[in-house]
């Protein structure tokens, strides 16, 4: 009879539970990661859905201002017509070398006058309306960032969901490497 043949079957299993929790750990980080770069992903969306709401609001605010400005400047122009058309009146008393009556120099002037605060009602409507433009757009810049941010962490995710599904190493360290990116782009987008 030939001699049995012993196989070691105790050290071959050792190395099969080292591969296996190995792999086992390697999945725990790369969920691990995954979860905290999803995190910083929903931060980022919810900075980009706020800064946008907050722009639009100053955005819509500045386009009301510009319509009451607007109806201002129609005001001015239609108080400026009514003055010409009074010195149109006045001038024909003159033209018929009469002297015509004092109350059209006195509503010429009150329609001067009044033009004047509607002027400047109409400038300062124009100035509210470029203020908020101006206080919107730091929002704008900042909120294309956080969505720059979402767009980094979504591929870092993806990357690290398919790391996971191949056990691959590297797969996982670009996922690491897009989600520090991502990390990057969000701080910056939180400095003015």
Not at 156 to 184: E, H, N
Request: proline share 3%; with cysteine.
């Amino acid at each position: 009879m030939p001699e049995e043949i012993e196989i070691d079957t105790d050290k071959l299993r050792d190395q099969v539970d080292e591969a296996l929790e190995d792999r086992g750990g390697l999945l725990k980080r790369i969920a691990l990661t995954t979860a905290l770069l999803a995190v910083c992903a929903a931060i980022a969306a919810l900075k980009a859905g706020g800064t946008a709401n907050e722009a639009l609001m100053l955005r819509t605010e500045a386009t009301r201002l510009q319509a009451e400005a607007s109806d201002q400047w129609a005001f001015y122009q239609a108080k400026g017509l009514k003055a010409a058309v009074e010195e149109a009146a006045r001038t024909s008393w003159v033209a018929a070398g009469k002297e015509p009556p004092p109350e059209y120099a006195e509503r010429m002037e009150h329609d001067r006058a009044e033009q004047r605060q509607i002027e400047a009602k109409a400038r300062g409507k124009e100035k509210e309306r470029d203020d908020k433009l101006e206080e919107s757009a730091p929002l704008l810049h900042a909120h294309r960032g956080f969505a720059n941010a979402v767009a980094v962490f979504q591929v870092s995710i993806a990357l690290g969901a398919i790391a996971a599904l191949t056990r691959s190493r590297s797969v996982w360290v670009g996922s690491l490497v897009l989600g520090a990116i991502g990390l990057v782009v969000l701080g910056m987008s939180f400095s003015p």
